[in-house]
Structures are given as C-alpha cells and as structure tokens.
C-alpha cells in the first residue's frame, strides 16, 4: 500500500523568504507523484505533478518540487513567497492501475508581513 | 467550463436522516471520484467511477454509504442514516482519464456536511 507524510503540519514564513514543503512516501511500485493547494473554504488546486523524466518540475504561482528516488521524497520548494500564499498544500500519489490519490495529511504554510 | 459542481454546499441535518449529495464533473470527463476530508482523517478516498462503472469502493465507509453515477454528467453519494460522525467536506473530482499517465484530478468547491 501507499502513504505518504508530510511531517509539518504548520510552517510560519516571513514574506519574501523561501520555504520548502516536505513530502515522504512510501510505495512498493512506481508513483505518480502530486503536490495540490487548498485555499479557505475552496476544493484543491492542481499545482505540479511528476509523472516521469526530469526530476525537477515547475509549477504554478513559482513552486517548484524535486522527485528524489532514494530518499523517497517530493519536496516543494518556492524561493520568495507571498501573502497570497498562504493556504493548506497537500502532497498526494497515484500509480499505474489505480487513478485515485492518496493524499498526505496537508501543511498549513502560514506567509506573514 | 464551469468546473465541478456541487451541490449543496453546505447541509445541515439531524441524525438518522438521509443526505444526498450531488456532483456534476467536467464535461468529456471519464473518471469521477469522491474523497472526504475530516480534522481526524485528513482527505481520503471514498470510490471512484470510469465511465460511470464503480472501480474502486473499498473507501466506503459502511453500508449507510452509497454512491451512484446514472449517466456521465451526474454523480451523488447518499448517506442513510447519517451519523454525527459523517461530518466532514466531501469533494467530488473529476478527470479525463489519459492513456499513459496520470492527468489531473478537477475538484469541485465541496459539500460541508454536519449531522447534529
């Protein structure tokens, strides 16, 4: 089976300064791997996936992840955050034969002036 | 296109009465799937549709769950009876179903549902 974990649960930054969002997995077959953002009181937002190839993926808003086979992780990174950035992301994985997501249990990034 | 609706958004009911809730996906769009998100659970699968034929129900709670897909456009999940502890949001997505890889899951607003 597949999990995954994102081990902050919250995570205050000042604005304009970089954060990383952590995310481990764990999975006995090839994953397809997600990172979605909640806004309040809104459904979830695609913002990058890895499917396969280059390691690094670019996303929307300035995010970015990095897939790192060995260590089993998909980290987002943004260099210089905004206010607007403010909301609960979730880091999920799929695989091959079974489309649905299995979600991580979210990190509130919390961007203060 | 409007996205993934769903409907209500929010319901408020009382134990031992049955809710229904709807979803319609995005249109051209083969998989339907239903997840809820609670403080204790966090966002779990309840099941999924291709082609409006269930695939994978195993997220079902228990026999008070059921979800059907009559026709591509529309989807819901009835609980009956409801219990306190079905409240949570339930979201509904959808996604075109892409040969070859895994393409994006569309998410509606959600359903807020507390059973009192």
């Known amino acids: 089976a597949q999990s995954v974990t994102q081990l902050d649960s919250q995570v205050p930054v000042f604005e304009e300064a970089p954060v990383e969002l952590r995310c481990n997995y764990s999975?006995?077959?090839?994953?397809?791997l997600f990172w979605y953002v909640q806004y309040p009181n809104q459904g979830l937002q695609l913002l990058l996936k890895?499917?396969?190839?280059?390691?690094l993926v670019k996303g929307i808003n300035g995010f970015e992840a990095e897939f790192n086979k060995s260590q089993t992780s998909f980290h987002l990174r943004k260099p210089s955050v905004h206010i607007s950035d403010t909301a609960e992301y979730f880091c999920?994985?799929?695989?091959?034969?079974?489309?649905?997501?299995?979600f991580g249990s979210g990190t509130r990034l919390q961007v203060q002036p | 296109d409007a996205g993934v609706i769903q409907s209500p958004r929010h319901e408020v009911t009382e134990m031992g009465q049955e809710v229904t809730l709807r979803c319609k996906p995005i249109?051209?769009?083969?998989?339907l799937f239903w997840y809820r998100q609670t403080m204790m659970r966090g966002l779990e699968l309840l099941i999924y549709?291709?082609?409006?034929?269930?695939?994978?129900d195993s997220g079902m709670p228990e026999d008070r769950f059921s979800a059907k897909m009559p026709n591509a456009s529309f989807s819901t999940l009835k609980i009956q009876p409801s219990e306190p502890r079905d409240s949570a949001v339930y979201f509904c997505?959808?996604?075109?179903?892409?040969?070859?890889?895994?393409?994006?899951?569309?998410f509606g607003p959600g359903t807020r549902l507390t059973v009192l």
């Open positions: 997505a959808s996604s075109l179903g892409l040969a070859g890889g895994q393409d994006e899951q569309f």
């Open positions: 999975s006995s077959v090839s994953v397809y």
């Open positions: 890895y499917l396969s190839g280059s390691t």
């Open positions: 999920a994985v799929s695989y091959t034969g079974r489309r649905a997501l299995t």
């Open positions: 249109s051209g769009h083969d998989y």
């Open positions: 549709f291709n082609n409006n034929v269930p695939i994978d």
